[in-house]
């Protein structure tokens, strides 16, 4: 059985690959566990993550979704800097997305349209 990725040129990501991607993130960048990082969980208070590091996560997201995907987004570093959870990573990962089908008008991304913020 092929992927679907390797039988169209952009796979629409789900909710779940959306936050997947963000997990995987964490886990790469601060080095835990996968089991430990849920969407509450603080990033700087008990995960021990600077700005830099924090940055480091958005890109290795951008990275993720042009490999898994084909999508190129870009993370708005400096909405980062207010993000206070891994919640909030998923939603400026959503956002980006959402700016990426913008721009190209095909991409459709299943996402909640509930409007919460991961802060």
Known sequence: MVSADRTRDVVEPTADDVFECARGAVCRVMEVEPAAVIAPLRLV???????????????????????????????????LMTTRTVGGLVDELRRALRAARASHGTLSVDVPRDGTRGE
Do not use: H, K
């Open 45 to 79: 208070e008990e995960l021990g993550a600077d700005s830099l590091a924090i940055i480091e996560m958005a890109e290795v997201m951008e990275e993720e979704m042009t490999r898994r995907f084909r999508l190129r987004v870009s993370v708005d570093d400096v909405a």
